[in-house]
């Protein structure tokens, strides 16, 4: 993030911050969980869980979107990444958005930073605890994080505090971003009728519809990276160790790279290139999961209702770095 870690609070921010082999080994561990062989098996799992919190949903009624949708279908897709007990999947979600609370954040909502430190040290206990159990679990087809942290080489003796922040990673990296997705995308469709109805018309544009939503919300908005060597970039002077702020909001409405970019298009020519997901040996692992978990949504969205009509101003999260919201009110209205 944009600034310096508490020197208090030493926790390690997982493989995003390394580079080369140690950055190689220790993302190579747990890729396997999120990779095209293990979302064949999640495709149905993702599809049996949207249909049923769709058809949970009042019909006619005010609700808010962000709870009953988008963090219901993110966090029970977290709890089945690291095989988390179901009945207290929302830990992962209060678990998240303690790790990335600014101390502004954290204030608004009459939580301490002590309350916040407290909170992420209970998430680390609570996964040493199912990495215990998980050490000797015999191999088999069934993929999760904490079992492949806990026997992969390169990851089986990490200090606590790594530990702690590589499951802060997985965690706000699986939670964050396809949530504020899911909900951007709803506002931006209503923001823009027109490619409502191009949708209503032409359901097969979704898989390139849930490219541009990643694109429009672009729901972390940037990292930052420390200069290896003296460079110019842009015309400006970059000396080696001094911080660079690589902000994807703003790539992503960059009209020298993206032809009308502040325009939301579900039909976008080239739709993918985007920047939402990073680019290089960071780049977001899970980004295949994030784009089935959406498009599967929105095909059984379109399914079952005309329009998922936003009915008041939304409530977005106070943050420069999670783009993302707390409430949108919506309505539904079914196909007549």
């Not at 020197?7 to 080369?20: Q, S």
């Not at 899911?182 to 544009?205: C, F, M, S, W």
């Amino acid at each position: 993030m944009v600034g310096d870690p508490d020197p208090g609070f030493p926790l390690e921010a997982g493989f995003i911050t390394m580079d080369g082999p140690r950055h190689d080994a220790h993302r190579k561990v747990v890729q396997p969980v999120v990779a095209p062989r293990n979302l064949k098996h999640l495709e149905p799992l993702i599809r049996e869980r949207v249909k049923e919190i769709l058809d949970g949903l009042p019909v006619g009624e005010t609700f808010d979107w962000v709870d009953r949708v988008s963090i219901e279908l993110t966090t029970g897709m977290l709890a089945t990444l690291f095989d988390f007990p179901w009945e207290e999947r929302r830990k992962l979600t209060f678990w998240s958005d303690m790790a990335t609370a600014s101390p502004e954040m954290v204030g608004s909502t009459g939580t301490t930073e002590a309350e916040r430190e407290a909170a992420l040290m209970q998430c680390l206990e609570y996964f040493q605890k199912l990495w215990k159990e998980r050490e000797s679990r015999p191999a088999g087809d069934r993929l999760d994080f904490v079992t492949s942290l806990a026997q992969g080489e390169a990851t089986r003796d990490l200090p606590p505090m790594e530990y702690l922040g590589t499951l802060v990673l997985l965690i706000v990296g699986g939670n964050d971003t396809t949530r504020n997705s899911i909900t951007g995308g709803v506002l931006a469709l209503n923001e823009n009728p027109q490619e409502y109805q191009k949708l209503r018309d032409h359901p097969e544009l979704v898989p390139n519809m849930v490219s541009e939503m990643i694109r429009w919300q672009t729901p972390l908005a940037h990292m930052r990276r420390t200069a290896t060597r003296d460079t110019e970039l842009g015309g400006k002077r970059i000396k080696k160790g001094e911080k660079v702020v690589m902000w994807y909001v703003s790539a992503n409405r960059d009209e020298t790279a993206i032809e009308r970019p502040d325009e939301f298009r579900i039909d976008r020519p080239d739709a993918r290139k985007h920047l939402s997901f990073g680019l290089g040996v960071h780049f977001c692992m899970g980004s295949r999961l994030a784009e089935m978990q959406l498009r599967v949504l929105w095909e059984e969205v379109l399914a079952r209702f005309r329009e998922v009509e936003v009915v008041g101003e939304p409530v977005r999260v106070r943050s420069n770095f999670v783009k993302g919201f707390e409430r949108l009110p919506v309505r539904l209205h079914p196909w007549a």
